[in-house]
């Protein structure tokens, strides 16, 4: 038989003849122990999105190196499972096949959405959930954290502790701070006075201002009273509206304070020079470990890292899973969760994190401090600051 009819019998071979499939070897290796499942969840604008494209391919390489590992994660390999976007309509079902098909975990690349979601159906009895973000998302019940909830990011009280931190560094002891809160917002409430405690046990002078309810339609009582105490700092915890409503009043006013805002930096802050705001996110994209992050999963996967960010959140939730996997030594989401709480030795970027059992996200985070300019945000200080040390 000459060389071609060889060479086409073994393709013919290969095209059709039966052998195990992706999903065979899959079933199998998780009927065997062999195999640890991780259900992933996609951003918000899905999978085919740059954020999508990018957080996959960085969990994808992460899935790759405990395969190619000689040890795998205690022994095993782990396989995410890439799933469609979660609703409302089909949560719960979702919940009760993850169940049955043993998967230990749930991975979200997503925002608050999928917190709220499956807060309620999981929180308790699992499996494990894990948000690659959640700032803004609750995971705790009555000050406690849910036994099965993790996030990534500090909740956004972390801002507390970051203008805390920015004050030392920035003001002096004569200088007044005037905090605007809300007693009728149990949340803005605590941000004010946990911030006011704070800062006059460094010394400073602290004045507290409250809005009733949405606030008056004019702010001038307290601009006029805050300028007349000689105030330097005003933090707002009430919203952005507030904010510029304040900022517009004050600008051109004689010993015109400026405007710190415990908000997340949205869009329309920018056109108010000069007001200060704590993010998390920026260190994360100037954090130059993601390039070489980005070049490893094109070499590896070859997905097109365009979302840096986002590729290295999807790698930091992948190892602080896998730091949960070796230390429980077990997919049983009970055990699963317990390790997950008191894990180390993994990091996001170039930052090391650990994670603090009060709380189910890290004990600290890098932040950065930026002030609006000619609008844009621009960073004008970076350091690292820990969870409250207190239970929200």
Not at 174 to 200: K, T
Not at 245 to 255: L, P, Q, S, T
């Amino acid at each position: 038989m000459d060389r071609k009819k060889i060479i086409l019998l073994l393709l013919l071979s290969f095209f059709f003849c039966p052998r195990p499939g992706f999903a065979e070897d899959l079933a199998i290796g998780v009927e065997d122990g062999w195999i640890w499942q991780v259900a992933v969840l996609p951003p918000p604008g899905g999978w085919e999105t740059e954020s999508g494209i990018s957080a996959l391919g960085a969990v994808r390489y992460a899935e790759w190196k405990v395969k190619d590992s000689p040890d795998g994660v205690a022994g095993r390999d782990i396989r995410f499972l890439k799933e469609p976007p979660l609703s409302e309509e089909n949560a719960e079902e979702r919940v009760t096949r993850w169940r049955e098909n043993g998967v230990a975990a749930v991975l979200s690349l997503g925002g608050a959405d999928d917190v709220s979601l499956l807060r309620p159906l999981l929180g308790r009895s699992g499996p494990v959930f894990l948000s690659a973000y959640g700032e803004g998302s609750g995971i705790t019940e009555g000050g406690v954290p849910l036994p099965m909830m993790f996030a990534l990011d500090l909740y956004r009280d972390f801002r507390i502790v970051a203008f805390a931190e920015y004050a030392k560094r920035s003001l002096d002891r004569r200088n007044g701070v005037a905090i605007l809160g809300d007693r009728f917002d149990p949340s803005l409430e605590r941000f004010a006075r946990n911030l006011g405690d704070m800062l006059s046990s460094s010394g400073l002078s602290v004045t507290h201002f409250w809005l009733a309810g949405a606030g008056p339609d004019s702010f001038r009582m307290i601009e006029d009273e805050a300028i007349s105490d000689g105030v330097s700092v005003l933090v707002s915890w009430a919203g952005s509206m507030v904010v510029r409503d304040i900022w517009r009043a004050v600008r051109r006013k004689e010993g015109a304070f400026r405007i710190w805002y415990g908000g997340e930096p949205g869009r329309i802050l920018l056109s108010f020079n000069g007001v200060l705001v704590a993010d998390q996110e920026v260190p994360l994209e100037r954090d130059r470990s993601f390039v070489t992050l980005g070049r490893e999963i094109w070499r590896r996967t070859r997905a097109v890292v365009r979302d840096a960010s986002a590729a290295g959140r999807a790698y930091a939730a992948c190892g602080w899973i896998f730091e949960g996997f070796r230390r429980a030594g077990s997919p049983e989401p009970e055990l699963l969760a317990k390790a997950m709480e008191s894990a180390a030795d993994f990091a996001l970027g170039s930052f090391p994190l650990t994670v603090n059992p009060a709380t189910h996200r890290p004990f600290a985070r890098e932040v950065a401090i930026l002030e609006v300019k000619d609008r844009a945000f621009r960073p004008i200080d970076f350091f690292t600051v820990t969870g409250p040390g207190y239970l929200p």
